[in-house]
């Protein structure tokens, strides 16, 4: 007993000790952390992008990455890293050193849907930090003008008029954005439909506006792009409310469905565990470019509407997309692959 009551003072000295050094050294890293992010960026950093070169996240990332170049004052450069639908450059990102020179222009598919159809090597929350989101795109209702729908009302009853009869295209396959917004649609107007996948929205929409198939959801940018041609017609958009670009186009929400709002989004994200100045220091500069009205105008002639979330929101918005897009995966039936 008196060993122990003798020892009592050596341990609290001890433990006293232990706790003003490790107080110490979070204060040595995070001064480390202030430092690095001073003289960030020493050399050119690297904006990954999962998909090809041409589609909507690699023009909005080449559009945000110019920008940060010219007011940082350093080169950030767009590497197109294709492959796994966009899992290869996701988990690239995910194990690249957490030092602000590996960016990521990360999108719904990458963050919110494929860990939910296959077994990703990467924890979307747990080992990415997000920074900015640039801006989300709705998705078009587009049919064919053979079709007598003039909107969205219309449409839904002539589809209930003849039930598994009639089917729709969806561009990049069954668990694409396009493919999962529609079967969330379905399901709020108690609509049956066949689902005919493509390898990309480009041929989804030439069937489309050649009558083989009657109806699909299309990027904003597609949809634009066909909005004066007389062989389709535009319905509603997916977003909550009407988009800029559209704006005699009614969103499905007023279409007699509150609250439908489901849209694409690209946001940029870093290795978790990254300087905490260096994300302030990225998403600061986006905010001040999505207040330029040149560069929103940039981003709206490619489809996208601005957002804008710093760091906290979109942290939020990944933690409220998650189950959201998990489940519409599980109302389209989507095959999980393991």
């Given at each position: 007993m008196k060993n122990h009551r003798a020892n009592a003072p050596r341990r609290r000295i001890f433990g006293a000790s232990f706790a003003l050094a490790s107080f110490a050294l979070l204060a040595m890293l995070g001064l480390i952390g202030a430092v690095a992010a001073q003289s960030w960026p020493e050399r050119p950093v690297k904006l990954l992008v999962p998909f090809a070169?041409?589609?909507?996240?690699?023009?909005?990332?080449?559009?945000?990455?110019?920008?940060?170049?010219?007011?940082?004052?350093?080169?950030?450069?767009?590497?197109?890293?294709?492959?796994?639908?966009?899992?290869?450059?996701?988990?690239?990102?995910?194990?690249?050193?957490?030092?602000?020179?590996?960016?990521?222009?990360?999108?719904?598919?990458?963050?919110?849907?494929?860990?939910?159809?296959?077994?990703?090597?990467?924890?979307?929350?747990?080992?990415?930090?997000?920074?900015?989101?640039?801006g989300a795109s709705p998705q078009v209702l587009i049919v064919n003008a053979s079709i007598p729908a003039k909107n969205v009302k219309e449409f839904v009853a002539y589809v209930k008029a003849q039930p598994n009869k009639l089917a729709y295209g969806g561009g990049g396959g069954a668990g694409s954005a396009s493919n999962l917004i529609m079967a969330q649609f379905l399901k709020r107007a108690g609509l049956t439909m066949t689902a005919v996948s493509y390898r990309g929205t480009a041929p989804a929409m030439n069937d489309l506006i050649a009558g083989h198939i009657p109806v699909m959801f299309g990027p904003m940018s597609e949809a634009f792009a066909q909005a004066k041609n007389p062989k389709v017609r535009l319905l509603a958009v997916s977003s909550g409310t009407r988009s800029p670009r559209l704006p005699d186009v009614p969103s499905i929400a007023e279409s007699g469905f509150p609250g439908f709002d489901a849209q694409s989004w690209t946001g940029m994200l870093a290795p978790a565990g990254t300087p905490k100045p260096i994300i302030v220091k990225i998403a600061g500069e986006i905010d001040k470019a999505l207040k330029d009205p040149k560069f929103v105008e940039l981003l709206r002639n490619n489809g996208i509407e601005p957002l804008g979330y710093g760091p906290e929101k979109f942290a939020a918005f990944i933690a409220a997309e998650i189950p959201k897009w998990g489940e519409a995966v599980t109302i389209a039936g989507v095959k999980i692959q393991k």
């Amino acid at each position: 007993m008196k060993n122990h009551r003798a020892n009592a003072p050596r341990r609290r000295i001890f433990g006293a000790s232990f706790a003003l050094a490790s107080f110490a050294l979070l204060a040595m890293l995070g001064l480390i952390g202030a430092v690095a992010a001073q003289s960030w960026p020493e050399r050119p950093v690297k904006l990954l992008v999962p998909f090809a070169a041409g589609g909507n996240i690699d023009v909005t990332g080449r559009i945000v990455a110019a920008r940060l170049s010219e007011a940082i004052g350093q080169q950030f450069v767009v590497e197109n890293r294709v492959g796994g639908g966009g899992i290869i450059a996701t988990e690239a990102v995910a194990r690249a050193p957490a030092d602000g020179y590996t960016l990521l222009c990360g999108s719904t598919n990458v963050i919110a849907i494929v860990p939910h159809i296959m077994k990703a090597p990467y924890d979307p929350q747990k080992d990415l930090a997000p920074v900015s989101v640039l801006g989300a795109s709705p998705q078009v209702l587009i049919v064919n003008a053979s079709i007598p729908a003039k909107n969205v009302k219309e449409f839904v009853a002539y589809v209930k008029a003849q039930p598994n009869k009639l089917a729709y295209g969806g561009g990049g396959g069954a668990g694409s954005a396009s493919n999962l917004i529609m079967a969330q649609f379905l399901k709020r107007a108690g609509l049956t439909m066949t689902a005919v996948s493509y390898r990309g929205t480009a041929p989804a929409m030439n069937d489309l506006i050649a009558g083989h198939i009657p109806v699909m959801f299309g990027p904003m940018s597609e949809a634009f792009a066909q909005a004066k041609n007389p062989k389709v017609r535009l319905l509603a958009v997916s977003s909550g409310t009407r988009s800029p670009r559209l704006p005699d186009v009614p969103s499905i929400a007023e279409s007699g469905f509150p609250g439908f709002d489901a849209q694409s989004w690209t946001g940029m994200l870093a290795p978790a565990g990254t300087p905490k100045p260096i994300i302030v220091k990225i998403a600061g500069e986006i905010d001040k470019a999505l207040k330029d009205p040149k560069f929103v105008e940039l981003l709206r002639n490619n489809g996208i509407e601005p957002l804008g979330y710093g760091p906290e929101k979109f942290a939020a918005f990944i933690a409220a997309e998650i189950p959201k897009w998990g489940e519409a995966v599980t109302i389209a039936g989507v095959k999980i692959q393991k």
